[in-house]
């Protein structure tokens, strides 16, 4: 057997080069055995598992999460970011594998006569000719710096995906949040509308019975005083219920207007206890961890890129074609024309910088183990905050629910007596107020409630599944 048969096998030689720099190992990150204010015993089953559709009892906020998905503009940014990250991973992982060229030329020439260099008068120098073939480029990847650069890029690829997950989890967080807080203030709106007939028939009584002699100007002055207050509450709720809309305009990827509603903020029913599952799928399910993973992985890859510039840069070049000065006879025999010129580049000096760039990729990798672990635990402490909010705010809501029905009690028994003539409008006035603020305190903690569940569902990672 020739020497020629063993040319195919030599860029499977050349492929098989070693390949520098460190292995990527996951750090070890010390996991609790249960989330801290959780209340049910560990197991693998979690809220996080379950579709954002099955979460949310409301087809109202079902169809606005749904638009979000499709028209919202940071979701459309991290898509778009996407395909960039993964035209780039494509770009670079194409320098492993030599790139051919078609090359053509057309070159002529004709020197002076009477120039610096001395013409035969009876000659004629002048030449035209073609040359057409093709060119070969390739970079022999011996130490595996290409490899680690498509590395590289490959784990930013998967980062910038893993990125535009997360944005789905908060979009899908956010939109629910701004809902819950408007179908809020629609109760606000509604409790302080309630609170304005009440107040303004109780004028319309204490007026009566001033009239009669039978209350103070001071009563009425009183009464009116309630009026207003329920009334300047219908008028900040009501902006709050436009700007909130407004918001919530934008998560959907559209201009202000109004929104449509659902059920009322009262009507959705929440489990007292909520599974969050085994914190060790935590590092699975939460994408700004897988994110946060993958930068970790480009950074340990870019160490190989800086150390294989210890090690000669090998390239090889060539051409194969045709040069002739007649077009006709561009292909043939006597005009072929080919070269092939590898090359190595082997640093000897250069100031320390091969040396500095790898301690530059070393120190950027620890940034990132150090950012790694930062968003492990940082996801453990949004789990418990989440778990410890919502097991809180259900117990003060439920307070809140009996000082509410207390204080109707003693508003109905204050207006008999005032009625009856036994106390003055004062006390009235007092439990209207207190009724008036407990009823808008609990519509607030209905609201937190709410939202700590959606909290503990985005801390899971849920909803991009």
């Not at 055995?33 to 209340?39: F, L, Q």
């Not at 960039?84 to 020439?109: D, H, S, V």
């Not at 595996?144 to 650069?149: A, E, F, T």
């Not at 700004?288 to 294989?308: F, P």
Request: aromatic fraction near 8%.
């Amino acid at each position: 057997m020739t020497r020629l048969a063993y040319a195919p096998l030599l860029p499977l030689l050349l492929l098989a080069g070693c390949t520098v720099g460190p292995k990527y190992q996951r750090p070890a990150v010390p996991v609790p055995g249960d989330y801290r204010g959780s209340t049910t015993a560990p197991a693998a089953a979690s809220l996080a598992d379950r579709k954002w559709g099955e979460l949310f009892q409301d087809e109202t906020l079902k169809q606005l999460i749904a638009s979000a998905l499709q028209q919202n503009f940071d979701l459309a940014l991290a898509a778009e970011r996407v395909e960039a990250a993964r035209a780039q991973f494509r770009i670079t992982g194409a320098n492993r594998y030599p790139f051919l060229y078609a090359e053509a030329q057309f070159a002529g020439n004709r020197p002076s006569l009477i120039g610096a260099n001395r013409m035969v008068p009876s000659g004629s120098l002048d030449t035209s000719y073609t040359t057409a073939g093709g060119a070969l480029s390739w970079e022999l990847d011996l130490w595996g710096r290409v490899r680690r650069l498509t590395e590289s890029a490959r784990a930013q690829y998967l980062a910038t995906e893993e990125a535009r997950r997360g944005v789905v989890v908060s979009l899908i967080a956010d939109v629910a949040d701004t809902y819950f807080a408007l179908r809020e203030r629609d109760l606000e709106l509604s409790i302080a509308g309630s609170t304005r007939d009440i107040a303004a028939r109780n004028l319309e009584l204490v007026r009566a019975r001033h009239d009669h002699g039978a209350a103070t100007a001071l009563d009425v002055h009183q009464a009116e005083e309630f009026l207003y207050t329920a009334t300047a509450q219908i008028a900040a709720t009501t902006r709050d219920i436009g700007q909130t809309e407004d918001a919530l305009s934008l998560l959907l990827g559209r201009a202000p207007g109004d929104v449509a509603r659902g059920k009322p903020v009262d009507d959705y029913g929440l489990p007292p206890d909520l599974p969050p599952g085994l914190p060790s799928s935590l590092l699975e399910r939460r994408p700004d961890i897988r994110a946060a993973e993958q930068q970790l992985i480009s950074a340990n890859a870019q160490i190989g890129v800086a150390k294989a510039y210890y090690f000669p840069q090998i390239s090889l070049t060539g051409f194969l074609g045709g040069q002739s000065r007649a077009l006709g006879q561009l292909f043939t025999g006597p005009a072929r024309d080919w070269f092939l010129s590898p090359a190595a580049a082997m640093p000897i000096f250069n100031a320390g910088q091969v040396r500095v760039a790898v301690r530059l990729s070393e120190s950027q990798k620890r940034q990132m183990v150090l950012a790694y672990r930062k968003a492990v635990y940082s996801a453990f402490r949004e789990v418990s905050d989440a778990l410890i909010a919502y097991r809180h705010t259900r117990d003060q809501r439920r307070q809140q629910d009996q000082l509410v029905h207390a204080l109707e009690e003693t508003t109905r028994l204050s207006d008999l007596r005032y009625r009856g003539g036994m106390d003055s409008y004062l006390q009235v006035l007092v439990s209207e107020r207190a009724l008036f603020q407990g009823r808008l305190a609990l519509a607030q903690l209905r609201l937190q409630e709410l939202l700590s569940f959606v909290q503990l569902y985005r801390a899971l990672g849920g909803g991009w599944q």
